[in-house]
């Protein structure tokens, strides 16, 4: 009996190893995978507030036509927001981005709020919007990157 449990203990620990882990943030539509969608923490009088992200597993070009949240009276999309099949596109704030404007609430950090993204070929993705820590960026390091990477 012994040497069945430690088999399948074997077992399940060398598939654990062939499958890949999940992450927490990330979202998928027919077409791509959105992971880690953040803004850094915003008072409520903030003018606005960027939203980051990554979009990836692009196996159809798509493009993000709109989003809603209900924590802004408004979502603006920012820049060129096309994603190419086969590639990664980074929503940062040195490229295209979406900009929340008209702050409900102060965005709290460690918080997350519902986010809607409307694609034109994926369709509507219900997210969370995480809220990092407001950071000091070093010259060699990517604004895109959230504070906390995982």
């Given at each position: 009996m012994r040497r069945r449990a430690a088999l399948q203990?074997?077992?399940?620990?060398f598939a654990s190893l062939a499958?890949?882990?999940?992450?927490?943030c990330e979202y998928f539509t027919g077409t791509l995978r959105i992971t880690h969608p953040w803004a850094h923490a915003a008072d409520i009088?903030?003018?606005?507030?960027?939203?980051?992200?990554?979009l990836d597993e692009v196996s159809v070009a798509d493009r993000l036509i709109g989003a809603d949240t209900p924590v802004a009276?408004?979502?603006?999309?920012?820049g060129?927001?096309?994603?190419?099949?086969?590639?990664?596109?980074?929503?940062?704030?040195?490229g295209a981005h979406l900009r929340l404007v008209g702050l409900k609430e102060p965005l709290g950090v460690g918080r997350a709020y519902p986010l809607e993204?409307?694609?034109?070929?994926?369709?509507?993705?219900?997210?969370?919007?995480?809220?990092d820590f407001p950071r000091v960026r070093l010259?060699?390091?990517?604004?895109?990157?959230p504070p906390f990477s995982r």
């Open positions: 203990a074997g077992l399940a620990f499958v890949p882990p999940a992450r927490a009088d903030a003018p606005f507030v960027v939203v980051s992200m990554k009276t408004g979502v603006e999309l920012v060129d927001l096309r994603i190419a099949q086969g590639r990664e596109t980074e929503l940062d704030a040195a993204l409307a694609f034109e070929k994926g369709g509507i993705v219900y997210a969370r919007l995480n809220i010259p060699f390091q990517r604004p895109s990157a």
